[in-house]
């Protein structure tokens, strides 16, 4: 049993001048649960190269990457039960001001910032230093 009146053939709920909408699935489902932000093949490409570079070297031995609502982030760590020593993080709604891409250490300091990701982790390449005795 319902308040509702019972629907005679030929007739629908819509009364007061409303006409049913029809909603596309997707559409909808997008704009209550939007896809999370992720890196690209070519993005993981080249931080995977750095990754395993410092790997090599002893330096970091694992990492994380987590895809949130409005920020992806790639983090490397020299123990995995330990901080991030470093966070590589892509936030799109900084790619029109600051650049989408920044590399922060585990201070939370932004190391480097920018638009072009093989700019951005130049930051982890060593430079030479001379050493006098």
């Known amino acids: 049993m319902t308040d509702q009146p019972d629907l005679r053939r030929g007739s629908n ?3 007061d001048g409303d006409t049913p909408v029809v909603v596309d699935i997707r559409d909808y489902k997008q704009s209550k649960d939007p896809l999370p932000v992720t890196f690209h093949r070519r993005e993981l490409d080249a931080i995977l190269w750095i990754y395993g570079r410092m790997v090599g070297e002893g330096e970091w031995r694992d990492y994380a990457i987590d895809h949130m609502k409005d920020l992806a982030v790639f983090s490397v760590f020299k123990r995995s039960g330990e901080m991030p020593l ?3 993080e892509k936030n799109p709604k900084l790619a029109a001001k600051q ?5 922060v250490n585990t201070h939370g300091q932004i190391l ?3 638009h072009d990701l093989q700019q951005v ?3 982890f390449n060593k430079s ?3 050493v006098e005795k």
């Open 112 to 114: 480097k910032r920018g």
């Open 128 to 130: 030479l230093k001379l």
């Open 99 to 103: 650049g989408a891409y920044s590399v």
């Open 13 to 15: 709920r819509a009364t």
């Open 121 to 123: 982790l130049k930051v």
């Open 86 to 88: 470093f966070r590589i």
